[in-house]
């Protein structure tokens, strides 16, 4: 008889830096997850896929024993080194392994102490390099922490070299050079995959936007040598001060992105949109485009706000007045059916050129510019998966769930703790959100409210099923504009070629593209993990000179071991620890948004004095203290 408190299963691994890890089955919802006790973990990374024996325990908790490695998923170690019985060791980052690994090394061992890149071979890791300046090792740490891949394999690159030799030709595509198309993008873009082009009102008023997106599956064929690299990395990865994009750099940022000037083939979603905002009517086709003009936000959003024309934009002058009116209905659309505006305010920090350490942290808000484009590519995205959709194409949608109850209640906590009535009743609506959205547009706590409502609602994901998104209020919604650095827009070109070609063989609930949906979401969070770690080790360093000053902040998490604070101006985060907060001992209210002692209270939305009295750069750590009142 088959015992019920006892399965097999496969999934992956995670590693505490305690020592224990924890065993997360496959393709569970919610996922499912076992705890590991250490001497388990001994031989294996984080990431592996393995196979595991659950146990169900009295009290119903879970344990994963006799871990068997299926396949190992990184291929590069970053630690220190350290010396046993004369022998040079790894010690591996800790979020990685929790064992010391064999060091190789070809020529003298290097130091103990000293930061070394190291390349997984078996049981043992292989030294690639030494690191000796502070950035390239919190770089190291970084990419190899989250396996981002960094090296294209040799036949990749010769493919990437034979795709730079196929011309952009019309060939049977809609010649779209005459018509007044730009890209806008940061002045430090370098691969430009999507521009706009926007037509007069007809005697209907209707207006047409054209979006026109490279044309990357025709350079990139699926299955070769290029496209399995691409699709193992699944999304390019923006750590501040380098880029490791999906597809080799000579590729993503000249011979396919959309420069200025020259013939570039692209995917074209032609948008019909009334003077009342609604898209009455969708067209996709392949086209050959030649951008007119490269711009930039701030020279775009100069001439929304104040009609300033710049060098660059006179080629486009007499088009440049539909810009506004495009972003204007299409805002009215929005507003009618709710949801929340993508663009919000980031923090981006400032790094020297010599050294690559930070030396500032600057809070930059979205311009008009940013808003016109995002609202372009929301239409062009929304649109494609409505076409998809109507002519029985599968799809790799983008779905944002409906939160549940206790996510509405939640909610409405959140909004309460800080100074706002929100009123969601039960059930939260999209234009519900929309109005809150509103309520707190020119709050000085806008950020962090936004910070904490985004966290609050949850992350969206890749599915083959069909279903909402509900931050944006959209009953379809996937992503076709940025295959240069997501695969999963290349995955929908592919798509939309092959209906366009003729094809109409297939499966609306495709099991291979939901394997592949479940594989860009997990590379996605991967390289979402790692750009927040980046961003966390250079905001700690830089906020080591801070040391001792006092700042105002506002609690906008409660963990388990402490209260986390965002300072008001730069939106830096970091933590006071319930042990260095008076009155304790503290505990955390079952709602999640509070920490409690005897005495005091603290909750998200509080406003706090805080001092910076610790940071630990190479943990991304930012200890802080009450400030002293007075």
């Given at each position: ?118 390349r997984v071979d078996g049981a043992k890791a292989a030294l690639i390099e030494v690191l000796d300046t502070p950035d390239a090792q919190t770089l190291a740490q970084v990419i190899a ?12 690159r010769d493919e990437a070299e034979r795709a730079r030799k196929i011309p952009h030709t019309v060939d049977g595509r809609r010649d779209l050079r005459e018509v007044p198309t730009v ?65 080799p750099d000579g590729l993503s940022s000249e011979w396919i992105s959309l420069l200025p000037h020259v013939d570039k083939m692209c995917l074209t979603a032609e948008l019909r949109i ?357």
């Amino acid at each position: 008889m088959t015992d019920p408190t006892v399965r097999h299963a496969r999934g992956t691994v995670t590693v505490h830096p305690r020592g224990f890890g924890f065993f997360t089955e496959e393709n569970t919802a919610p996922p499912v997850s076992s705890f590991v006790i250490p001497p388990e973990l001994n031989a294996f990374l984080a990431d592996d896929l393995v196979e595991a024996v659950i146990t169900v325990g009295d009290d119903g908790r879970t344990n994963a024993t006799n871990l068997k490695l299926i396949e190992r998923t990184r291929s590069e170690l970053f630690g220190t080194v350290v010396v046993h019985r004369g022998a040079a060791f790894l010690k591996v980052d800790r979020e990685v392994a929790n064992t010391d690994w064999p060091l190789t090394h070809a020529g003298p061992a290097p130091a103990a102490g000293a930061h070394v890149l190291a390349r997984v071979d078996g049981a043992k890791a292989a030294l690639i390099e030494v690191l000796d300046t502070p950035d390239a090792q919190t770089l190291a740490q970084v990419i190899a922490r989250h396996g981002i891949a960094t090296v294209v394999p040799p036949a990749a690159r010769d493919e990437a070299e034979r795709a730079r030799k196929i011309p952009h030709t019309v060939d049977g595509r809609r010649d779209l050079r005459e018509v007044p198309t730009v890209t806008i993008d940061a002045a430090s873009t370098r691969d430009i995959d999507d521009a706009i082009s926007v037509l007069p009102a007809d005697e209907d008023g209707a207006v047409r936007l054209l979006v026109s997106i490279a044309d990357v599956s025709a350079f990139v064929p699926e299955g070769g040598a290029l496209d399995q690299d691409a699709r193992a990395r699944a999304t390019s990865v923006y750590l501040a001060g380098r880029v490791i994009p999906m597809l080799p750099d000579g590729l993503s940022s000249e011979w396919i992105s959309l420069l200025p000037h020259v013939d570039k083939m692209c995917l074209t979603a032609e948008l019909r949109i009334d003077p009342e905002g609604a898209v009455v009517a969708v067209d996709v086709y392949e086209s050959l485009i030649r951008s007119w003009a490269r711009l930039t936000y701030d020279e775009v959003a100069d001439f929304l706000d104040h009609g300033d024309v710049s060098p660059a934009m006179e080629p486009v002058y007499e088009a440049a007045p539909w810009w506004r009116t495009v972003s204007a209905r299409l805002h009215m659309a929005r507003t009618r059916r709710g949801g929340v505006e993508v663009a919000r305010d980031e923090t981006f920090v400032v790094l020297d050129a010599v050294t690559g350490l930070a030396t500032g942290i600057e809070a930059h808000q979205p311009t008009s510019a940013h808003v016109l484009i995002e609202r372009c590519m929301v239409a062009a995205n929304e649109a494609v998966a409505r076409w998809l959709s109507e002519r029985g194409v599968p799809g790799v949608y983008r779905v944002h769930d409906v939160p549940g109850p206790d996510a509405v209640r939640e909610l409405s906590a959140v909004a309460e703790r800080f100074g706002y009535a929100s009123g969601f009743g039960t059930k939260l609506s999209p234009l519900a959100l929309a109005a809150f959205d509103h309520q707190i547009a020119t709050s000085p706590s806008e950020p962090a409210i936004r910070g904490v409502l985004l966290r609050s609602l949850g992350p969206a994901r890749y599915t083959v099923h069909p279903s909402t998104h509900f931050g944006l209020g959209a009953n379809l919604y996937l992503h076709f504009t940025s295959p240069i650095r997501r695969y999963a827009d290349l995955a929908v070109h592919r798509l939309v070629k092959a209906y366009l070609h003729g094809s109409r063989t297939w499966s609306m609930r495709d099991p291979a593209l939901e394997t592949l949906a479940q594989h860009i979401n997990l590379r996605a969070k991967l390289a979402a993990r790692a750009e927040t770690d980046r961003h966390r080790m250079l905001v700690a360093g830089y906020m080591t000179r801070h040391i001792g000053e006092h700042f105002s902040a506002r609690v906008v998490k409660i963990r388990p071991f402490g209260v986390v604070a965002q300072i008001d101006t730069t939106l830096v985060e970091g933590t006071l620890a319930f042990e260095v907060l008076p009155d304790g001992p503290y505990t955390v209210e079952p709602s999640g948004g509070a920490a409690r002692s005897p005495t005091r209270r603290y909750a998200v939305g509080d406003a706090v004095r805080v001092t910076v009295v610790k940071t630990d750069p190479s943990l991304g750590r930012i200890d802080l203290a009450l400030a002293p009142k007075g």
